[in-house]
């Protein structure tokens, strides 16, 4: 049944897209530049005054999205487009008629920069509307980049890097920014003329505006307006450049120690010592192909997760973080997001050693490629032998209409012959402007034959800059668990209803809008007894300084068929439980100085009563230091052993910059169950562009006795471990 249900939504699919009332915006040759020719590259150091710069006429015609769609931006900008053999040359002149008043802080390479006046460049270097490349640079030169997948966006989008370069000047009229980006960082067709899609933004953060060229309409959303790629202007005229050999080489050395609790550790030792060397390569195959290959991987560098506390009975989902499987990771997405993803990144490497792997990415005609090799292991003695495991994906995605696409995906993961292996096909389609329809399904196989069980989805999502309304049906197996996958519930069939209205509010001009949302989720096993449901109701308040309020009613029933441990000694048992509950929360524009969230969310839970209050604080002091803490405290009573207990996790971050080539970023975070104090220290320091030194040390302690209350002076901290580690990296262009 669930397969003829994709069917026919696929069907729909093709059949939308043949309808010429969903075609693409037409073109208007005021969204067209030309892209000029130098013989002479400018320098870039902020400073527009170069000869090259005047003779080249300046894009000027910027049109806010928000927070008034439509109207022209408050402050006048300037862009020029320049190119020779090896770069694409942008030169913005944003004028501000109180430039003291620019907010810039953030050093942080790929940090914050959202939170200070910053610019986007987006490039859709095939012309195909639906991918792009995206720069971003504050108005200190801070740089952060991306990489859009068929119009979607994420904060994963975020963690490609590229090498290019980037200077600003603040000056008495505003502030002035000079980009250079090489060529050979973009992929793009093998043809004698390039036309790239365009987009540039500008946004002025303490008026909270965002500025776009061309005009992208907040239909298509406020943020997400970056990735509409269908949208974007055009930029021509660029020819005869050097490509180059696409080959970079990264090796890395790394050393350090560990010392772990005697009574922890399973050696005879409790201090290890660590060096290596490994390397990582990236080969542009052809002008639209690249294959990256990494040997002896080690991820020391990557920032620790935060810690979570599960007071349900689902996995919680902790998100990829190490650069080599983020990189255009939005192409290899496949299924529903953090709750049942066929390919989830996350599940390779984190029980054993990454040995060596492949990915190969690229886009042939109208297709899509992605392709994965990974083989993990215990040592590199392990590599292609008995005791290692192959992981492989492969995925195709393929233009089929304008803002359609059709695909598919198959993982396996083998060690001997024991496997796993995963099949899936999706279709997408964006019509009007931001509505989408999707559908996905996956079947599951392995060599025991226990997990032969398949997963689908489809959803209906219909949006403007007013309302909003989706409707979804998702089917998970009983039995489906693919090996390299994420899935959150089994044994489930979900049918789902939400919507929103945003309205502004006339007259008050403090408010910017108003979001009134709801929500129906129904839940049943695959015998079609009922699980769960859950009925939403809310409003949030936005302030024009992004500031906001918000309050939700929900009510929930969950039918346990077995009990479950909350904890290790309180256990809820089965049964039909049914709880109203009800939250309020606040926050501040995270931009300014100082900026707190709080919020409190109470009501009834399992039979039992559960009282959540959150909180936090930043403090931006100057562009070389920011806190900012947090603390999440619950207070459960239920009406079963051990059942009254609270739930606490406190969290602290520093981040210190000397520079926006050297910095610093220390986690600290504690939690009663565990009852560990964890702190995590990263220095970076950019020596070249794409060259890393790192410095890492983690430390954990334990609070020892039945007293949980970490402030208490009478209470003992004992070690778990601590590990120093230094790894070099250094960034070879051939």
Not at 387 to 409: E, K, L, M, Y
Not at 558 to 587: K, M
Request: with cysteine.
């Amino acid at each position: 049944m669930i397969r003829y249900r994709i069917f026919l939504s696929s069907l729909l699919c093709v059949i939308l897209g043949t309808s010429p009332l969903f075609s693409q915006q037409t073109a208007n040759p005021e969204n067209e530049i030309r892209a000029v020719f130098i013989n002479e590259a400018p320098k870039i150091d902020g400073d527009i005054n170069d000869l090259v710069w005047k003779s080249i006429t300046p894009i000027t015609n910027f049109i806010q999205v928000w927070p008034n769609d439509g109207e022209p931006a408050t402050e006048d900008s300037e862009v020029r487009i320049a190119y020779d053999r090896d770069n694409l040359y942008f030169a913005f002149r944003f004028y501000d008629e109180n430039p003291e008043l620019i907010r810039a802080k953030n050093l942080e390479r790929g940090g914050r920069n959202d939170r200070d006046d910053h610019a986007y460049i987006g490039l859709d270097t095939f012309g195909d509307g639906r991918n792009a490349y995206l720069f971003e640079m504050n108005a200190l030169g801070t740089q952060d980049d991306a990489t859009i997948t068929d119009e979607r966006l994420t904060i994963t989008s975020f963690s490609w890097d590229a090498v290019f370069i980037s200077e600003t000047i603040i000056d008495d009229q505003g502030w002035t920014l000079e980009v250079s980006i090489p060529f050979r960082q973009l992929r793009f067709p093998d043809d004698e003329e390039l036309n790239f899609g365009i987009m540039l933004s500008r946004t002025i953060n303490r008026k909270n505006e965002r500025v776009l060229w061309p005009r992208i309409g907040l239909e298509y959303g406020n943020f997400t307006s970056l990735a509409a790629v269908s949208q974007y202007g055009k930029l021509t005229g660029i020819k005869d450049i050097n490509r180059g050999k696409n080959l970079e080489i990264k090796p890395y050395v790394i050393g350090g120690a560990q010392e772990i609790r005697p009574d922890l550790a399973n050696e005879d030792t409790n201090v290890d010592y660590t060096e290596d060397i490994g390397v990582d390569i990236k080969y542009g195959i052809s002008s639209n192909l690249t294959l990256d290959l990494t040997v002896n991987t080690d991820f020391a560098q990557v920032e620790s997760d935060n810690v979570q506390l599960n007071l349900t009975r689902f996995s919680l989902f902790f998100p990829e973080k190490r650069e080599f499987f983020l990189e255009r990771s939005g192409l290899f997405e496949h299924g529903n997001l953090r709750s049942t993803q066929t390919y989830f990144s996350r599940s390779i490497g984190l029980t054993n050693e990454i040995l060596a792997g492949a990915r190969m990415t690229g886009q042939i005609g109208k297709t899509s490629i992605g392709a994965l090799n990974i083989e993990t292991g215990n040592t590199m003695k392990d590599f292609l032998g008995s005791n290692s495991t192959n992981n492989t994906v492969i995925r195709f995605r393929n233009d089929i209409f304008p803002r359609a696409t059709a695909g598919a995906i198959f993982t396996n993961t083998q060690i001997g012959s024991d496997y796993n292996r995963a099949l899936g096909i999706d279709t997408q389609y964006r019509f009007g402007s931001a509505s989408l329809f999707n559908a996905w399904f996956t079947n599951v196989w392995d060599d025991q034959e226990l997990l032969n069980d398949a997963a689908g989805h489809a959803s209906l999502r219909l949006r403007n800059d007013l309302y909003s309304g989706q409707l979804s049906y998702t089917n998970v197996g009983t039995n489906y668990n693919p090996a390299l996958g994420f899935v959150r519930r089994r044994d489930m069939r979900q049918y789902d209803l939400r919507g929103n209205y945003n309205p502004k509010v006339p007259g008050v001009e403090a408010i910017n809008r108003v979001i009134i949302s709801g929500l129906y989720n129904y839940i049943e096993g695959q015998d079609g007894i009922k699980q769960s449901t859950e009925f939403e109701f809310g409003s949030t308040v936005e302030f024009q300084r992004r500031d906001r309020i918000s309050a939700e009613f929900s009510s929930e029933f969950e039918r346990l068929f077995t009990p479950f441990s909350i904890r290790p000694n309180a256990t809820i048992p089965s049964g039909d439980y049914t709880f109203n509950r009800f939250q309020v929360n606040g926050e501040t524009d995270s931009s300014r100085r100082l900026f707190v969230n709080a919020g409190v969310e109470l009501g009834e839970f399992f039979n039992g009563t559960r009282t959540d209050f959150s909180g936090g604080f930043g403090l931006r002091q100057s562009q070389y230091l920011t806190l900012e803490g947090r603390i999440n405290h619950s207070m459960i009573d239920l009406p079963v052993a051990n059942g009254e207990f609270d739930a606490t996790t406190v969290s602290m971050s520093i981040l210190g910059a000397f520079s926006r080539k050297l910095f610093t970023k220390t986690l600290i975070q504690y939690d009663n169950f565990s009852r560990n104090i964890q702190a995590n220290l990263r220095v970076d320091w950019i020596h070249t562009p794409g060259s890393d030194l790192f410095f890492v040390f983690n430390t954990s302690y334990h609070l020892t006795g039945d007293n949980e209350n970490l402030f208490d002076p009478n209470r003992d901290f004992i070690m778990n471990n601590e590990i120093a580690i230094v790894k070099l990296t250094y960034l070879i262009l051939l």
